[in-house]
């Protein structure tokens, strides 16, 4: 099973940037898919972005535009780091923001889906003030 742990969120304000990591491994990185979901107070989870080990990039329509996926590689491809670099925050991203690694195949738009996700980070707090 892939391990996975974020790190990077924090406060900022309105317009601000933040890049949130999350590290990877247990797995050969080209067998599992990393995403980003979030959780807003009262609301339910749902999806950001995603890296599929097949190499395409999906996102949520809320954050597409100012969101973007990068990942590094360990040169043994056992360890994966995926960057979910956020640009230009509003209010309504605030959140806490999970980490995911699935190795099951998406079909049909099932990346967006929480429950396709095998590993689950604990969590990290991003807050953007007015």
């Known amino acids: 099973q892939v391990h996975v742990v974020e790190s990077g969120g924090g406060l900022v304000q309105a317009g601000g940037s933040l890049r949130l990591s999350c590290a990877a491994s247990g797995r050969r990185s080209i067998s599992y898919s990393v995403g980003w979901f979030r959780q807003a107070p009262g609301k339910e989870r749902e999806f950001v972005a995603v890296?599929?080990?097949?190499?395409?990039?999906?996102?949520?329509?809320s954050v597409k535009g100012r969101f973007a996926i990068s990942k590094d590689i360990s040169t043994d491809n056992t360890k994966s780091t995926l960057y979910l670099q956020m640009n230009n925050l509003k209010p309504e991203d605030t959140a806490v923001y999970y980490c995911?690694?699935?190795?099951?195949?998406?079909?049909?738009?099932?990346?967006?889906?929480?429950?396709?996700?095998?590993?689950w980070g604990q969590g990290t707090q991003v807050t953007v003030s007015t």
């Open positions: 890296n599929s080990w097949t190499g395409n990039t999906y996102y949520a329509d």
């Open positions: 995911a690694a699935t190795e099951r195949a998406f079909y049909n738009g099932s990346f967006s889906r929480s429950q396709e996700y095998e590993s």
